[in-house]
């Protein structure tokens, strides 16, 4: 029983490999970001892809400027960017798959956005192609919200606490209101 247990546990465990894909840093108009692999990750035999939509004014896309990948360096490089819909959606995509078999987590660093005008405000990012290096298991991210640049207005998609303050306030003067 013990071990049917222990065997449920482990096929309902989130995976631990998982590639990533995140800001590193936003300096001016540009924005700059890295791909994570966890052990054994891949993106083999290609191609791959990553999606980054919902931006605003992105005029410039950069392919990644350097990696921690010792098999394939320079392959691991050749990510050519795609600006899409003026400017709402870039996608990186690279057709020569392969990181290599790594025991450690790697790093790609340098994917950048310039958009002038533009503010960090919550984007979506989203990954095909990626693989664990045996090949059977999808490690694809989808739909994940990560900082990129967006529209000055759409920032405040939340509210201030001052509006939300103010807005508690008017729905209690109208169940005041009610009640009397």
């Given at each position: 029983?013990?071990?049917?247990?222990?065997?449920?546990?482990?096929?309902?465990?989130?995976?631990?490999?998982?590639?990533?894909?995140?800001?590193?840093?936003?300096?001016?108009?540009?924005?700059t970001y890295t791909l994570e692999f966890a052990p054994h990750d891949n993106y083999y035999p290609g191609p791959a892809t990553i999606d980054l939509e919902g931006l605003y004014g992105v005029t410039e896309a950069?392919?990644?400027?350097?990696?921690?990948?010792?098999?394939?360096?320079e392959v691991n490089l050749q990510w050519n960017p795609f600006i899409l819909g003026g400017g709402v959606r870039v996608i990186w995509v690279i057709t020569e798959g392969g990181t290599g078999n790594m025991v450690s987590t790697r790093y790609t660093y340098g994917f950048s956005v310039t958009a002038p005008g533009a503010v960090t405000g919550p984007v979506r990012v989203s990954t095909t192609g990626f693989k664990l290096d045996s090949g059977q298991f999808d490690l694809d991210i989808q739909d994940v919200v990560i900082d990129g640049p967006v529209h000055p207005g759409r920032v405040n998609d939340t509210p201030e606490p001052s509006a939300a303050a103010l807005f508690l306030v008017g729905i209690t003067v109208i169940a005041l209101r009610r009640t009397l």
């Amino acid at each position: 029983m013990r071990s049917l247990l222990l065997l449920a546990a482990l096929c309902l465990a989130p995976a631990a490999h998982a590639v990533s894909f995140t800001l590193e840093s936003h300096t001016g108009d540009v924005w700059t970001y890295t791909l994570e692999f966890a052990p054994h990750d891949n993106y083999y035999p290609g191609p791959a892809t990553i999606d980054l939509e919902g931006l605003y004014g992105v005029t410039e896309a950069t392919p990644p400027t350097s990696t921690t990948l010792t098999s394939f360096p320079e392959v691991n490089l050749q990510w050519n960017p795609f600006i899409l819909g003026g400017g709402v959606r870039v996608i990186w995509v690279i057709t020569e798959g392969g990181t290599g078999n790594m025991v450690s987590t790697r790093y790609t660093y340098g994917f950048s956005v310039t958009a002038p005008g533009a503010v960090t405000g919550p984007v979506r990012v989203s990954t095909t192609g990626f693989k664990l290096d045996s090949g059977q298991f999808d490690l694809d991210i989808q739909d994940v919200v990560i900082d990129g640049p967006v529209h000055p207005g759409r920032v405040n998609d939340t509210p201030e606490p001052s509006a939300a303050a103010l807005f508690l306030v008017g729905i209690t003067v109208i169940a005041l209101r009610r009640t009397l």
